[in-house]
């Protein structure tokens, strides 16, 4: 039998791209089709990922699979945590305000400045030589 699908949200972060869905569950988290374990190495990167499900202490109700795509495993950390808290303020919209004061609800703005012509990089210049 397959369990019912709850929401469908998307996460983004840099150029990482992750597509949630909350079932319910007794908290599993897959991404692409693998134990969060197996695809996050650091540490760090499944703290991230699991912060709005302790943060509601809703991290053994819901099963959570994951698609995720484009970007580092660190963008890619938080894509999922952005799409997990939409997901869960879909399913449980009286836990918007936590969320939101934590900050897990808003998209992070910062991406990678572009190459500028006549420049090495985004900033380095090349080096000037008075003779």
């Known amino acids: 039998m397959i369990p019912e699908i709850k929401k469908l949200k998307v996460g983004r972060r840099k150029e990482a791209i992750a597509r949630v869905r909350l079932l319910s569950g007794s908290g599993k988290i897959t ?3 693998r134990p969060y374990e197996k695809y ?3 540490e760090t990167d499944r703290i991230i990922l699991a912060q709005p499900l302790t943060l509601t202490n809703t991290l053994s109700k819901y099963d959570v699979l994951v698609n995720i795509r484009g970007g580092g495993l660190s963008g890619q950390a938080g894509a999922l945590r952005h799409g997990i808290a939409r997901a869960l303020v879909a399913e449980q919209p009286e836990l918007k305000d936590a969320l939101r004061k934590q900050g897990y609800l808003t998209r992070d703005p910062r991406m990678k400045e572009r190459k500028k012509f006549g420049q090495k990089g985004a900033r380095k210049r090349f080096q000037w030589t008075k003779r």
Do not use: L, Y
């Open 31 to 33: 991404v692409n089709n």
């Open 40 to 42: 996050f190495i650091r």
